[in-house]
């Protein structure tokens, strides 16, 4: 299809002075250009279909920028989506008028912030800004709060758990939010329990609102601070969950895990767990069901197998031992702990719950031991 004449023309003109970014409002028929001066914009006059009218605006935008006539290259797409594009294309991607160029871009390590705020400019969307978020250049530069704040905003209408979470970790990252924000995003957590789960991935030890140590923390410090000073990881962790921030951590996982909207919670939740006693078994998930993980753990505490640093903490401290079967248990829960009770993924809410409970009140059950001081 031909381009009405002064359509190529005023198209050529927009090309001519070399826009840093293209985008195209293909419902009200806009082709809008970003300079340095501000925006232009082209008011599209179709002879045709629109779909077809716009397929061949894009044709000579593509041939403009790329040399190709064909619009966005079939091996342009395949090359972005497998994350092979060179930095020095990322600044002809954005100026394609295609959103899926502006998303290969937007997800390519070498995006400088004058790119990320192009690419804003192109195509404001929280995909785009979650992905923005996952590159350490674009967090750390004037842009990090711009896509922070706007996912912020936009959160209220996630649908999905999995993005509630994957957004709140990606705005918690230092220096995005005013402490205000974190505070009233925290407020509001807690009827979220996916909001919860981004809070424990992002600032394990330094959530809102901490509690007090546990009350034998201040004498268990002072035996183990020997191991401690030393080293030791096994003391270091156990210190770390008897602090003030550590009792928040157990406490934020425990209101997540008593009542979860779905699966995808569960096993971000014991995620978390697996991570943050994860240096008491290096080895990672042991895919495991609940007697078999409780059983291994009893040997584990008596001793039976245990590390050096294990040893030397029991040594130290044989009080403890209560405390590192439940460590020892919350660093191996995964989905081998659900699976014999609950086979089907797709199962939720209440009747999820239900079925989880077996499982769930004994991981309470450790969750709360290591809130609570042993006589």
Not at 67 to 82: D, E, F, I, Q
Request: proline content about 8%.
């Amino acid at each position: 299809m031909e381009l009405a004449s002064e359509d190529n023309f005023r198209l050529n003109v927009l090309l001519a002075n070399k826009p840093k970014a293209i985008r195209i409002d293909e419902s009200k028929l806009i082709v809008y250009g970003l300079s340095d001066k501000g925006e232009a914009k082209v008011d599209l006059n179709p002879t045709g279909r629109p779909e077809q009218y716009l397929r061949a605006v894009k044709e000579l935008i593509s041939g403009h920028i790329l040399g190709s006539p064909g619009g966005y290259p079939v091996y342009l797409k395949r090359w972005t989506r497998m994350g092979q594009m060179r930095d020095e294309s990322l600044e002809q991607l954005l100026m394609l008028g295609e959103p899926e160029a502006v998303v290969a871009a937007v997800g390519s390590p070498g995006l400088t912030e004058e790119l990320a705020r192009r690419a804003w400019w192109a195509m404001e969307d929280a995909d785009n800004a979650r992905r923005m978020l996952q590159n350490p250049n674009i967090v750390a530069s004037g842009m990090g709060p711009v896509l922070a704040d706007y996912v912020l905003d936009y959160l209220p209408f996630e649908t999905e758990t999995d993005q509630q979470t994957d957004s709140v970790r990606l705005i918690l990252q230092p220096g995005l939010l005013e402490p205000a924000k974190v505070d009233d995003l925290w407020s509001k957590s807690g009827r979220k329990q996916a909001y919860l789960v981004g809070f424990l991935q992002a600032r394990p030890d330094d959530l809102p609102q901490p509690l007090a140590p546990r009350s034998d923390a201040d004498v268990l410090a002072d035996q183990l601070a020997p191991l401690s000073g030393a080293g030791n990881p096994a003391a270091r962790l156990l210190l770390r969950a008897l602090s003030g921030a550590g009792q928040t951590y157990l406490k934020t996982v425990a209101a997540v895990l008593e009542k979860p909207p779905n699966q995808d919670v569960v096993t971000a939740a014991f995620d978390c767990l697996r991570d943050y006693f994860a240096d008491l078994r290096p080895e990672g998930d042991p895919k495991l069901p609940l007697p078999e993980l409780e059983a291994e753990a009893r040997a584990f505490a008596a001793g039976d197998g245990a590390p050096v640093a294990v040893q030397a903490l029991l040594a130290s401290c044989p009080q403890a031992r209560g405390d590192v079967a439940a460590m020892r248990i919350l660093s191996g829960v995964g989905y081998g702990v659900i699976r014999p009770v609950l086979r089907d993924p797709t199962t939720l809410g209440s009747l999820m719950r239900r079925k989880l409970q077996p499982i769930m009140d004994p991981i309470q059950a450790q969750l709360a031991s290591l809130r609570r001081a042993e006589g």
